[in-house]
């Protein structure tokens, strides 16, 4: 009878046949992106059409392997002792195993005595910290290893995890650093962060080997580690098939259960078992479509008004908003109406592309209207303005309450939330009372939202679609990146569905906007007229989780993004206004 092994990892499912021999006739490895039940049922047909439906003995494996075998009816073995048995079978003569998962790192130490040492709550050094970065160089984890190979110079770069490692390989990428050096330098990161970590100061020596998907499929992560540790050839131990060796070792022990292919994947589908089913839930975003298309109608009433550019005529008012890694500007007509906008990453060269947009804002305006005043604000403000002659410049929460004060004329409190940024303003007597900023921290911004959409391989537009009706949001609490993955990683355990775990990020978010940021300690402190800005808004499911827990109806613009611009141009507008109103008035006082 074959022997199979299925290991169930952060993420992805390795799944291998053995025969009697020990001869590998079988084997996958697969991302679930948070789906483990659907991948290891995919991962199941896969073998039934390959091999055909057999009676196998079996076991199950992994980090997020034990709720699945519940479900399954397949006994779990703990991953140590399943790494453990194939080392001692296959490779004997291993002294110390570095293991890279996708957010998993171990370091196991034999000898007299096994020793095992493990990553906590940090996924820095792993292969999601790699394909976080591999996003900033716009490739994937493959195309990282190909650069490292054509590296001249390593740079530092943190690695405890990815929000400090981003600050490090964002200023090589605009400075124009080699994107060679920048892959090589990133997997040096790993390999700081995995000695330092788990060894904590016990030598590395003897015959090493290396286990893990990372490990195997990228040849310079190894090579950094060879070169770190001065690893001679001869002490490298580098098996064949070092990504599957926790399944084969689900294989080969002793405590399987002897079932069908088929009788695992009906135990899979039809299983009620609750282990699969989050425990700590919050209240759904929406009960129906029903329920949401009536909010979606309440939050369309905040929408821009727009006018044709080709038929404007007269005087024209130019807003920009130049940000740090964005740029948006809009043209509005004396009535308010948006003639023109834009929204768009500046990459990194706010001058350049502001002028490129203006070039274009030109080449639309009609011979007879004409751009009468404009205002900027952000964090160019003061290039800008020097640059372009710009009339006015303003700082941000001027700009900002000007517009919001637009949309909903006697605001009193604003939150406004952006990628990496978070400022709440609060407005007494039609002016700011006070401004409160995010610090450090960015796990209530649109970045923290992004980072876990791209991780489970979604688009951030149908990454927060997916949360509006789930079925039982996750509790995630209001925590940083870093502590949030393992909070994931353990709901996925439980069952949590894609749509589930987005959900509750967008309850985190609110969580950390209100509780950290703001502090705010009574629904009631935050005002009754609520304006609700910046990108991160567009998310509905982020806004409607501000409207649950701040137990308030909020008014967010349909430029909730452009309100930084929108607000200048509403600037220029009024300014202009006033000053035709004195030249129309120094006739009557000079006479």
Known sequence: MNRAGIDVGSTTVKLVVLNEKNDLLFSRYERHFSDVKAATIKVLNEVIAELGDQTVSIAITGSGGMGLSDVAAIPFVQEVIAATTTVEKLIPQTDVVIELGGEDAKMTFFGDSLEQRMNGTCAGGTGAFIDQMAELLKTDANGVNELAKGYETIYPIASRCGVFAKTDVQPLINEGARK?????????????????????????????????????????????????????PDHVVFPENPQLFVAMGAAFDDNQVTLTLLQIIHNLENNSSDRLVPKKTLDVLFKDEAELSEWRERHNEASAQYADIATASGPTFLGIDAGSTTSKVILIDTEGRILFQHYGNNEGQPLEN?????????????????????????????????????????????????????????VDFILD????????????????????LNEACSSGCGSFIETFAKSLKYDVKDFAQVALLAKHPVDLGSKCTVFMNSKVKQVQKEGATVADISAGLSYSVIKNALYKVI??????????KIVVQGGTFYNEAVLRAFELVSEREVVRPSIAGLMGAYGCALISQEKYEDEMALVAEAPAVLA
């Open 180 to 232: 060679e050096d920048i892959a090589a330098s990133i997997f040096q990161a790993v390999v700081n962060q995995t000695i330092a970590g788990l060894a904590s100061g016990r030598k590395i020596i003897g015959n090493i080997a290396f286990l893990g998907g990372p490990l195997f499929f990228m040849s310079e992560l190894r090579q950094r580690f060879i070169e770190t540790l001065n690893i001679t």
């Open 354 to 410: 502001i002028i490129k947009i203006l070039k274009e804002v030109y080449r639309q305006l009609p011979d007879d209207a004409f751009i009468a005043r404009s205002c900027v604000t952000g964090y160019g403000e003061q290039l800008i303005k020097a640059a372009l002659r710009v009339d006015y410049g303003e700082v941000e929460t001027v700009a900002h309450f000007k517009a919001a004060n637009y949309f909903n004329p006697g």
């Open 417 to 436: 939330i952006g990628g990496q940024d978070m400022k709440a303003m609060s407005v007494q007597d039609g002016a700011l009372s006070s401004i409160q």
């Open 519 to 528: 502090k705010v300690k009574r629904p009631e402190d935050l005002g009754q």
